[in-house]
């Protein structure tokens, strides 16, 4: 299996741009979650999936973070506009069952 | 509620030597423990779970855990360390059977470095 995939690996934009994050969760798996990792904060859940449907969207910072997840193989993360304190790397992971993640190599982003 | 504690946020060991990484959690319900390692620039890699049965775990690349109710504690343990150990490893926590149990609480992570 190619486990959870994210691209890009890495994105640098400016303050003020949109910011679309994608991550192809490992197949079969029903739950997709979206973390954010920063030296502050350490591990952040910002929300999460369960067969394709948002369960839990308390963690997303503010009205600037969307995510969707149109079908089983596919979910992006979109912040707009962005702000240099969204700088960070966020991860994507994915589960058979709730509590066993598996996670994504992460996209590294950087808001200037 | 739940809560994990990293008890030292660096660990040096000489290869070859014990490593131990402590972990101790707080849950008002029977948890799940994990132990989660990540390597410079990558995602993080699922160690080893403890869920029920067993309270010695065992895991990828010779760690293992011990699920010790009475102290709280679920310290990682390799009894000879590698340079390849070298990385961070995170301790998690999130409530056991009964629901709700997808949301991760992490601790702030151990960087543990191996020296020559």
């Known amino acids: 299996d190619a486990g959870v995939i994210q691209s890009p690996r890495h994105e640098v934009t400016e303050m003020g741009q949109e910011v679309t994050l994608r991550c192809k969760p490992i197949s079969g798996h029903d739950y997709l979650f979206w973390y954010r990792q920063t030296m502050m904060r350490g591990l952040e859940l910002l929300i999460y999936?369960?067969?394709?449907?948002?369960?839990?969207d308390s963690g997303m910072p503010e009205d600037r973070f969307s995510a969707k997840m149109p079908n089983a193989s596919f979910s992006t993360l979109k912040i707009q506009p962005s702000e240099p304190r969204d700088s960070a790397v966020y991860f994507c992971a994915s589960s058979p069952r709730a509590y066993e993640q598996y996670f994504g190599p992460g996209t590294r982003l950087t808001v200037t | 509620a739940q809560s994990v504690t990293q008890l030292g946020s660096h660990v040096s060991v000489s290869e070859g030597a014990l490593v131990l990484l402590r972990c101790n959690y707080s849950s008002s319900v029977p948890p799940y423990l994990f132990w989660y390692v990540q390597y410079p620039n990558q995602g993080l890699q699922l160690l080893l779970k403890y869920t029920t049965g067993a309270t010695l775990v065992k895991g990828i690349n010779g760690f293992e855990a011990e699920f010790k109710k009475s102290e709280t504690s679920f310290h990682l343990t390799k009894p000879s360390a590698h340079m390849s150990d070298a990385a961070e490893y995170f301790c998690a926590v999130t409530r056991g059977s009964g629901g709700s149990n997808y949301k991760l609480t992490f601790g702030k992570g151990t960087l543990l470095t191996v020296n020559p």
């Open positions: 999936f369960n067969n394709n449907v948002p369960i839990d």
